[in-house]
């Protein structure tokens, strides 16, 4: 079983950088597992931000790409989404989920974290 739990959610302004991190607690391998970062600003719907397959192939969102990326650190059991530049339109709560689908839709995701919130206001 995957636990998945998220830091690094911080407030900044904008065109700061934060580093989110996202560690499976009960150290399950998730090697080939598909990793995704997918954030949900209030009202809005949950949607992908950054995605990662077994092979490290990745995909970004395009409002974010330049700005974020997304890495992982298998020795660590951890999952990384480094964001610079932010903007006011990049709060959110973001969330760490893992999978066995490579894709955009939330469903296709198995286990979640519980979420860390980015704030981004001057």
């Known amino acids: 079983q995957v636990q998945l739990v998220e830091s690094g959610g911080d407030s900044v302004q904008p065109g700061g950088s934060l580093r989110l991190s996202c560690v499976d607690k009960?150290?399950?391998?998730?090697?080939?597992?598909?990793m995704g970062w997918f954030r949900q600003a209030p009202g809005k719907e949950r949607g992908g931000v950054a995605l990662?397959?077994?092979?490290?192939?990745?995909s970004i969102l395009d409002s974010v790409k330049g700005r974020f990326s997304i890495s992982k650190d298998n020795a660590k059991n951890t999952l990384y989404l480094q964001m610079n530049n932010l903007r006011p339109e990049d709060t959110a709560m973001y969330y760490c989920?893992?999978?066995?689908?490579?894709?955009?839709?939330?469903?296709?995701?198995?286990?979640w974290g519980q979420g860390t919130q980015v704030t981004v206001s001057s």
């Open positions: 989920a893992a999978g066995f689908r490579f894709s955009w839709s939330p469903a296709a995701y198995t286990y």
């Open positions: 990662m397959n077994g092979e490290r192939s990745t």
């Open positions: 009960r150290y399950t391998t998730y090697v080939n597992l598909c």
